[in-house]
């Protein structure tokens, strides 16, 4: 479908037909970790602040970081 980039990161985004409907589907090219979100998650997304959203992506980036 497409391919979002920064500097940082690089994200594959694709539909992906379920038996409850389409999500979809994120894949990091970094990591190849995969993520499906349905509509009620991405319409969750968008209710969120801009400082829940930062603090969503800075507990994710502690989570990967090497221990």
């Known amino acids: ?8 990161a ?12 389409r999500r979809l589907m994120l894949v990091s090219e970094r990591t190849g970790r995969r993520a499906l979100l349905d509509a009620s998650v991405l319409d969750a997304l968008c209710a969120l602040t801009p400082s829940a959203v930062t603090a969503v ?8 970081a090497p221990t």
Not at 1 to 8: D, K
Not at 57 to 64: K, L, M, N, S, T
């Open 57 to 64: 992506v800075r507990a994710a980036v502690q989570e990967g």
């Open 1 to 8: 479908m497409c391919r979002v980039s920064c500097e940082s």
């Open 10 to 21: 690089s994200v594959d985004v694709l539909l992906h037909p379920t038996g409850n409907g």
